[in-house]
């Protein structure tokens, strides 16, 4: 079965820096790659996910990047700031089968 | 669009006794639904894959029997903790995916916000 790895477990940042949280995935046909924010008390919120098909895609100050051939990708959050401290869950899955999770990264955005 | 509730947020109860769980999915059908569970500090734990008009798959090691699971609808699903006890105290979380080619195509899955169970 697919296996996700995740990384770092803890990451700390000035406010307005770049963070940047990278995951690993082991089955070559996973095509589908979500990245979800995880507030305190909190259900995981979609933030981004990108699709075997393109190799980067960005949505305001978040991105995402895929190398299909190393098997990672990539979350970066530019011009970080307070409220973007959450734990942040990568995932993976080929076609309709489950979400396989990473072990989640605890952004700390201090100001 | 793609909101998906639950209901109730955080729940109370005594050893022994039974706790039902909603989810819904406000705003798309939600063709199949996932129940996880998890623990401080760690990942998400799938405990089963339910699709509406049919029995739920099961994660191998989670009890069907104690964890009843019901998807009688495109919208709603239930998980019933039976004869809970303190063991089963945990965050658990439903998520929804819609039809192929509509909300959720894909593999989108929405999540719930949650469920807090303490069994005392």
């Known amino acids: 079965g697919e296996n996700v790895e995740q990384h770092p477990s803890t990451l700390s940042v000035q406010e307005g820096d770049s963070a940047v949280i990278k995951c690993t995935y082991s089955?070559?046909?996973?095509?589908?790659f979500p990245w979800y924010k995880q507030e305190l008390g909190k259900g995981p919120q979609l933030i981004i996910d990108?699709?075997?098909?393109?190799g980067e895609k960005k949505d305001q100050r978040i991105a995402v990047t895929l190398n299909k051939t190393a098997k990672h990708f990539s979350l970066h959050i530019t011009e970080t700031q307070p409220e973007d401290s959450a734990v942040y869950f990568c995932a993976a899955s080929r076609g309709y089968s489950t979400l396989t999770f990473g072990k989640g990264t605890m952004l700390l955005v201090s100001p | 669009g793609a909101v998906v509730s639950q209901h109730p947020s955080r729940v109370i109860c005594k050893s022994g006794t039974s706790v039902k769980i909603e989810c819904r999915s406000l705003d798309f059908q939600a063709t199949t639904m996932f129940w996880y569970r998890q623990f401080p500090k760690q990942s998400l734990m799938l405990m089963a894959t339910s699709n509406e008009g049919s029995k739920a798959t099961y994660e191998q090691g989670v009890e069907k029997d104690k964890f009843l699971i019901n998807h009688a609808s495109l919208t709603l699903s239930t998980l019933t903790v039976t004869s809970a006890h303190p063991e089963d105290s945990s965050f658990y979380i439903c998520?929804?995916?819609?039809?192929?080619?509509?909300?959720?195509?894909?593999?989108?899955?929405?999540f719930g916000p949650g469920t807090r169970l303490t069994v005392l």
């Open positions: 089955d070559s046909a996973s095509n589908y």
């Open positions: 998520s929804a995916r819609g039809d192929r080619g509509g909300a959720g195509s894909y593999n989108e899955q929405f």
């Open positions: 990108i699709r075997s098909n393109v």
